[in-house]
Structures are given as C-alpha cells and as structure tokens.
C-alpha cells in the first residue's frame, strides 16, 4: 500500500542549530505536503504546507522542499528555539487521501 | 469560528465493553477524518466520512467501525475493546474544495481499556 516514511524519529539539536526532518512517500498522485507540529498534550496543528506545483516554500524561521522526481520532502528549521521542541508529523495528500509519517521529535537543547 | 470538538476526553473502559466517541468539525466542513495516535507509531488512519458516506477506510479491524450524520458530526464505535485499543482517537475536519488541504484535528480523546 501507499507509504510515506520520515525520518529521524528522534532528533536533538543545540539552541540556535538548524534541524532538518526528511520523508519520502510512494504514491506518485501526491499532490499536497503538510507538515504538522504536536506540542506535548496538545493537538497536531499545520505549520506550513506545499503543493507539487512548487519546489520550495519558507515561512520565517521554517522552510519546505519538495523533490517531486524523487518523491523526496524535507522540513528545515533555522536558529531554533525552546519552543520549537515538539514533535513533527509529515503527509502526502492525494486528492481525498491523506498518509502520515510517523512523526519525528525534536528536541532543543539549551 | 469554533474548532473541531471531540467528546469526551478521557475514557476508561474495560476489556470486552464497547465504546462510542464524537467528533463535531469546524462549522461548513464536511469531511471527517479519524487517526489513531500510539507512542511510536505515529497518526494511523482510521476512515474518513463525507456527505455522511465513508470515503476512504484503514487497514482496522471490523470492531472499528464509524459514522457521520447530516450536520456532519461524527461518532466513531469500538466493539469488543482489547487492552491494545488503548490510545489517543483524534479526529479531523477539511473543507471540500476538490484538493487536498489542511485538516484540523481535534483535542483527541484518551482512551484507556483496563
């Protein structure tokens, strides 16, 4: 079945260092890749997102690339801070059906 | 603008009983969604409703089962509860605009089968 995989699970990285969590999925109609941030006890919620027709989008300190040939994405976070310690949640988005990975998170260290 | 809304929150039933959780989406949406949330495995799709129809089902067992109703709310069913159904159910709203887009997920409710 269709697959979407992410990596790492776990990632840790200095105040300040950027971070960069990668999928890759296997269903070539994929046409919408949201990236979703879950706080601890709190709800998953859209930090950005990008469609096939674009191969870059970037939103203050967090940016998304979209390797279409390769069916490649990856989420870039620069000068990271406390805040940004949560875990992460890429999708591949096809028409009505969405999958997830399964989720990286991030850890800042002071 | 009201969120998406689940109830209840918390749950704690026991092996073998049954159990019925709601989802109430964002006012005007109607696709409905529901992901089931383990340590470690990440966001496991449940089915997804439109239009009061499933559209699209995960790999669940049939105790999995849901439905939506014609102002778009949602309930989700688990018959004979195993210990392993313990996990946080969290469901979804869209807008329908013929492309994929942003869900909003829900609060989640916590489910635990002793």
């Known amino acids: 079945g269709e697959n979407v995989e992410q990596h790492p699970s776990t990632l840790s990285v200095q105040e300040g260092d950027s971070a960069v969590i990668k999928c890759t999925y296997s269903d070539s109609a994929s046409n919408y890749f949201p990236w979703y941030k879950q706080e601890l006890g709190k709800r998953p919620q859209l930090i950005i997102d990008i469609r096939s027709n674009v191969g870059e989008k970037k939103d203050q300190r967090i940016a998304v690339t979209l390797n279409k040939t390769a069916k490649h994405f990856s989420l870039h976070i620069t000068e990271t801070q406390p805040e940004d310690s949560a875990v992460y949640f890429c999708?591949?988005?096809?028409?009505?059906?969405?999958?997830f990975g399964k989720g990286t998170r991030l850890h800042i260290l002071p | 603008k009201a969120g998406v809304t689940q109830t209840p929150r918390y749950l704690i039933k026991t092996r073998g009983q049954q159990v019925t959780l709601s989802c109430s989406p964002i006012?005007?949406?109607?696709?409905v969604s529901w992901y089931q949330q383990t340590p470690g495995q990440g966001l496991q799709f449940l089915f997804e409703y439109f239009s009061e129809t499933q559209r699209n089902k995960g790999n669940f067992p049939g105790r999995f089962s849901g439905r939506q109703f014609s102002n778009s709310r949602s309930e989700m069913n688990v018959s004979t509860l195993e210990l392993g159904d313990s996990a946080l159910y969290l469901c979804a709203s869209s807008a329908d605009t013929g492309s994929p887009n942003e869900a909003f997920f829900g609060q989640g409710t916590r489910l635990t089968v002793v």
């Open positions: 999708a591949a988005a096809a028409d009505d059906k969405i999958i």
């Open positions: 006012s005007g949406h109607r696709s």
